[in-house]
C-alpha cells in the first residue's frame, strides 16, 4: 500500500507484552471493534468491555478500580474534579421538587451550587449546622433525596455525627453523600458508617503535587451505580488520561505523603496553641475543634490541613500583614501538595458565629517542620510589633 495510507494503518508493530510497574497512559476517543454485532455505546466498561473513551480508558478505569478499592466501593467514577464530583452527587439524586441538605460547613462551591444552579432548577437545598447529630430528623421531609455531610468540614473543620445521620436518614430514604477529601477515603471509613456515596477532589491528596485536577464518586452498591451510571454518561464527565497517571502515581506515595503532614501538622498545631495571639486551634485531633469526639471514634487519623483563630484583640487587617509576611508558606488556595499553604477567609458565612476576618487555614507540606514554625513564629513577631 501507499506509504500515506501506511501511515495511518501499519503494520509494523511494537510487541505488546511488556510489563511496566506502572499503569500505561491509553489516549483514545475512538474504541475500535471487532464486529458491527459489537459495536455498543454502554458506560458499563468495567462489566461489558470497552465502548468509548468518554467512559474512560484503561488509565482512568485503572484508578477507579483502585480508588473503590481503597474506599470498599461498588465502584468509583472518575470526573474532571472534586467540584463536577459534587454536581454529578446532586443530579443522581435530585429532581426539580427534590429536597437536599447540605452543612453550612460544605465545601463553598458546593453551597453556591446550591443556592445557584439547582435552585434555579427546583430543586430547595436547606443548609443546615453540621453539628446537629441525630436532630437532622426534624429537617428531613418527605421529598428529602439527598443529605450532604462533610467531616471535617471546610474551613472551619467541625467534625460530624455521621452514624447519628445514617440511622435518620435510613429511616426515610434519603441517601447520605460525604465529602470524604480531607481523609483522602482512606482515614474515615465512610461505607462501614453507612454512608452510600463517597466524593473526593483527588485533586488534593490522591494528586498529591498541585499539578492536577480530579474527582471521584464512589458508591456503595449496584442501586447506587445503576443510579450514577446514566447521569455520569449525561454530563458527559470525561477525564484526561494523563491526569489519571499522575493520579495513579501520587497513589504510590500517599501512605508516606499522608504520614508527614499528619505528623508535622499535628505539631504545628500544638505549637499555635502555646502562641499569645492566637485564640482556638480548629484541628480535628485535638480537642478544640467542634465534634473533637466524632474524630477519635471515626477516623483513624488526621491530614494536614487545619485551621486557627486569632484574638479578637488581633484586627482583620493584622491578619492579613501576617499572611503577607510569611515566606515558606505560600498564599493559595487548595490544599493537598508538597507546599505548605496559608489563606485568611474574610468572609465565613456559619449562622451566629462571626469569624471577623481573624480565620487562617494551613496545608502543611513536606517542608522540615521547624523551618515552618520558624516561619509562622517570624510573622506573628511582626505583626505583633
Ligand atoms: C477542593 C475541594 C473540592 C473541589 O475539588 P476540585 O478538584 O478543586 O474541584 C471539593 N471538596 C473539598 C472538601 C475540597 O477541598
Not at 29 to 35: A, L, Y
Not at 241 to 268: F, K
Not at 303 to 331: H, P
Request: hydrophobic residues 40%.
Amino acid at each position: 500500500m501507499d506509504w500515506r495510507t501506511r501511515l495511518l494503518d501499519p503494520a509494523a508493530r511494537s510487541r505488546r507484552d511488556y510489563q511496566s510497574l506502572a499503569t500505561p497512559v491509553y489516549r483514545g476517543s475512538t474504541v475500535v471493534f471487532d464486529s458491527q454485532a459489537q459495536v455498543s455505546d454502554d458506560w458499563q466498561q468495567a462489566e461489558n468491555g470497552y465502548s468509548y473513551g468518554l467512559y474512560g480508558t484503561p488509565t482512568a478505569l485503572e484508578l477507579a478500580a483502585r480508588i473503590a478499592e481503597l474506599e470498599g466501593a461498588r465502584h468509583s467514577f472518575i470526573v474532571p474534579g472534586g467540584q463536577a464530583a459534587i454536581a454529578l452527587v446532586y443530579f443522581a439524586y435530585c429532581t426539580s421538587g427534590s429536597h437536599a441538605l447540605v452543612p453550612h460547613s460544605a465545601y463553598g462551591p458546593n453551597k453556591e451550587m446550591a443556592e445557584g444552579m439547582l435552585r434555579g432548577l427546583g430543586i430547595d437545598v436547606e443548609p443546615y449546622d453540621p453539628l446537629i447529630g441525630a436532630d437532622i430528623k426534624s429537617l428531613i421531609r418527605p421529598n428529602t433525596a439527598l443529605i450532604w455531610c462533610e467531616s471535617p468540614g471546610s474551613v472551619t473543620m467541625e467534625i460530624q455525627d455521621l452514624p447519628a445521620i445514617v440511622t435518620a436518614a435510613s429511616e426515610t430514604g434519603a441517601a447520605v453523600a460525604i465529602d470524604n477529601t480531607w481523609a483522602a477515603g482512606v482515614m474515615l471509613d465512610a461505607f462501614a458508617l453507612g454512608v452510600d456515596v463517597s466524593m473526593q477532589a483527588l485533586t488534593k491528596y490522591v494528586g498529591g503535587h498541585s499539578d492536577l485536577l480530579l474527582g471521584s464518586v464512589s458508591v456503595r452498591d449496584d442501586r447506587a451505580y445503576e443510579k450514577f451510571g446514566p447521569v455520569y454518561r449525561q454530563l458527559g464527565l470525561a477525564v484526561s488520561p494523563d491526569d489519571c497517571s499522575l493520579a495513579l502515581r501520587g497513589l504510590q506515595t500517599m501512605a508516606i505523603r499522608l504520614e508527614h503532614v499528619e505528623r508535622n501538622a499535628l505539631e504545628i498545631a500544638r505549637w499555635l496553641q502555646k502562641q499569645s495571639d492566637i485564640e482556638t486551634v480548629l484541628h480535628p485531633a485535638l480537642p478544640s475543634c467542634p465534634g473533637h469526639q466524632h474524630w477519635q471514634r471515626d477516623f483513624t487519623g488526621s491530614s494536614g490541613v487545619f485551621s486557627f483563630t486569632f484574638k479578637a484583640s488581633v484586627s482583620a487587617a493584622a491578619v492579613e500583614r501576617f499572611i503577607n509576611e510569611l515566606s515558606l508558606f505560600k498564599i493559595g488556595l487548595s490544599w493537598g501538595g508538597v507546599n505548605s499553604l496559608a489563606v485568611v477567609y474574610p468572609d465565613i458565612d456559619r449562622p451566629g458565629k462571626d469569624y471577623g476576618g481573624r480565620l487562617v487555614r494551613l496545608n502543611i507540606g513536606l517542608e522540615a517542620v521547624t523551618d515552618l514554625t520558624a516561619d509562622l513564629e517570624r510573622a506573628l513577631q511582626r505583626i505583633a510589633s
